[in-house]
Structure formats: structure tokens, C-alpha cells
């Protein structure tokens, strides 16, 4: 237990809906992130929040949409997704965005697109 | 991109000690060293950090070598729980966590 949750821990779709994972933290971190773990590939960072700011997008297709509304708190909302973009999703948070903060993992969403 | 090497995979007896090593040779003056591991399809866990010196806690011991090219995470009694994806990053204290492909341990009794 590392005081991150995740919910829901699986969750399946079709390429129609609309969905969102939640995760909080009562850590009293200050930042909080989003993280894709494909099948075979290493943990892709996707987005990062300091102080509920949004201070990086690596990139990541619009279908994919977060959403920090305090500091314990993020969701990442999902539409139209494609059956690539099956994996685990995975949050994590840490007190600080610097100072060599350790951060802290939840147990994931195992997504699947069909 | 990942900045440091690591063997893909590794094999520890039970009760051995759990040497995993990394390069990480182009490492800069103010980046630390970071140990996390993956247990199978659960979320990362962070086990250790550096700068210079060598560290130890509850879980593992953090050897750098003294130009800080390398280092070693050492399990001394390895678990079959010990068992997972073990990642060494580099960065300085304001970066993101990057992984990279880490080495897969597999401790069998």
C-alpha cells in the first residue's frame, strides 16, 4: 500500500465511449503524474502536474485528456480511443516536483480497447 | 533517452545477495542515482537514492563507484519476492522520473 489509489484497477471499452480513471493521494504530494506502460515497452511518462498546474505534455494524442482539480486528485479521461492504446496506466505522485523526491505508484488501470 | 545501462536480466539463489549493476557514464555532477523496482503488473516501487556517497536502508545497499560512472544495487538475501523489473535512473533532483528497460531478476530457491 503506498497510499496512491487507482480506480477502477481494469477497466474495458470500446473505441466509442468515454471513460475516466481516477486516482488520489492523501499523501499531501504536491505533484502528481500519468504514466503508460505498454505490453514489452518501458513506462512512458505522459503527463506531469506540480501545485495542480500542468507543466508536461510528452506528446500525447488529444484522445487523451487529464484533469487535476487539487493537489489530491487526477483523472485522465478517455475518448475514442484506439485498440493500441491498450496498457496499464499508471499514476504516481511525489511531495515535491524536484528536490529529489521519491515518487509514489499506484497499482495501475489495466486498460483495454476493443 | 534512458542515460544509463543495465543487463536485461539476471539470476539470484534464494539467500544469495543481489548484485544488479549500471553504467551510467555520462552521469553529471548534480544528477543522483535512482533504484526503483516492478513486481509483476504492479505499480513501480522506489527502493534507494545517491549523489556521491554510498547508501543503505531497510531494502538494499546503493554502491557509486567513486567517479560515479557506475553503480550497484545490492539485495543481501535475496526473496523470491525480490523478484521483479529492476530499474536504476538517473536525473537531477528537479527532473521526471525517465525509465528505461531495466534488468528482469529472477530469484529461484
Known amino acids: 500500500e503506498t497510499g496512491v489509489t487507482q480506480t477502477p484497477r481494469h477497466l474495458v471499452m470500446g473505441m466509442t465511449n468515454k471513460k475516466s480513471l481516477k486516482c488520489e493521494q492523501h499523501?499531501?504530494?504536491?505533484?502528481m503524474y500519468w504514466y503508460k506502460q505498454s505490453a514489452k515497452k518501458p513506462l512512458e511518462l505522459m503527463f506531469v502536474?506540480?501545485?495542480?498546474?500542468?507543466?508536461e505534455n510528452n506528446s500525447v494524442p488529444s484522445r487523451f485528456s487529464p484533469e487535476c482539480p487539487n493537489s489530491s486528485h487526477l483523472f485522465l479521461h478517455l475518448h475514442t480511443l484506439q485498440p493500441e492504446d491498450s496498457a496499464l496506466y499508471l499514476c504516481?505522485?511525489?511531495?515535491?516536483?524536484?528536490?529529489?523526491?521519491?515518487?509514489?505508484f499506484g497499482q495501475g488501470t489495466r486498460l483495454t480497447v476493443v | 533517452d534512458a542515460k544509463t545501462t543495465q543487463p536485461p536480466s539476471m539470476d539470484c539463489a534464494e539467500g544469495r545477495a543481489a548484485n544488479l549493476p549500471c553504467n551510467h557514464s555520462?552521469?553529471?555532477?548534480?544528477?543522483?542515482v535512482y533504484w526503483y523496482r516492478q513486481i509483476h503488473s504492479q505499480g513501480p516501487q522506489y527502493i534507494i537514492h545517491?549523489?556521491?556517497n554510498n547508501e543503505t536502508n531497510e531494502m538494499a545497499s546503493l554502491i557509486i563507484t567513486e567517479d560515479r560512472k557506475s553503480s550497484t544495487l545490492i539485495l543481501p538475501h535475496a526473496t523470491l519476492r525480490d523478484t521483479a523489473v529492476y530499474y536504476c535512473?538517473?536525473?537531477?533532483?528537479?527532473?521526471?522520473?525517465?525509465f528505461g528497460t531495466g534488468t528482469r531478476l529472477q530469484v529461484f530457491p
Open positions: 504516481a505522485s511525489s511531495l515535491n516536483p524536484g528536490q529529489g523526491s521519491e515518487a509514489f
Open positions: 499523501l499531501g504530494h504536491n505533484a
Open positions: 502536474y506540480n501545485f495542480k498546474e500542468q507543466t
Open positions: 555520462t552521469i553529471s555532477g548534480n544528477e543522483y
Open positions: 545517491g549523489l556521491k
Open positions: 535512473i538517473v536525473r537531477v533532483s528537479t527532473d521526471k522520473l525517465i
